[in-house]
């Protein structure tokens, strides 16, 4: 039932309603798209969120979520909560900020998600994408 909050604010918000709300959106702020690193390096991911106030997971209101980021990974239903799986970030409390780790030589890709308080992609949001390479 609490569930539906969302899915009517998303019906509202394509209906092209004067008073309808922006669709929240996740921008990666660093790094830089094709940005390149050295093995070894950390990377720090910054986020910035708009139209939806930042809470942290379990947070049962409206206009409310928090970032994940899919390190290489995508999802492969956005009416589920995001799996606690290996290249899945859940930034639970809240965050801006992410430092990934002992990343090993390769191309990396980034998605930042906003999920609501089960960790559910918030509908009609906009995603934002990063790809870096660690020589």
Same mark, same amino acid.
């Given at each position: ?18 008073d ?5 959106r996740a921008?990666i ?6 940005a390149?690193?050295?093995a070894g390096d ?6 910035e969120?708009?139209?939806l106030?930042?809470?942290?997971a379990?947070t049962?209101q409206?206009g ?8 290489n990974?995508?999802?492969?239903d956005?009416t589920s909560? %995001? ?8 930034l ?7 430092v ?10 980034? %998605? ?8 559910v992609?918030i509908p009609?949001?906009q ?6 390479v660690?020589?």
């Open positions: 039932m609490k569930r539906a909050r969302w899915g009517a604010l998303a019906l509202v918000a394509c209906a092209g309603s004067p309808a709300a922006p669709a929240p921008t702020m660093a790094p830089a798209d094709g390149e690193f050295v950390t990377v720090r991911i910054v986020l969120v708009e139209h106030t930042l809470a942290p379990g049962d409206v409310t979520g928090h970032h994940h980021l899919l390190v990974r995508s999802l492969a956005s909560a %995001i799996p606690a799986d290996s290249g899945f970030v859940h639970g409390q809240a965050q801006t900020e992410h990934l780790t002992d990343l090993s030589p390769g191309r990396y890709e980034v %998605i930042a998600v906003l999920g609501d308080y089960l960790h992609p009609g949001q995603r934002d994408t990063v790809t870096f660690v020589r």
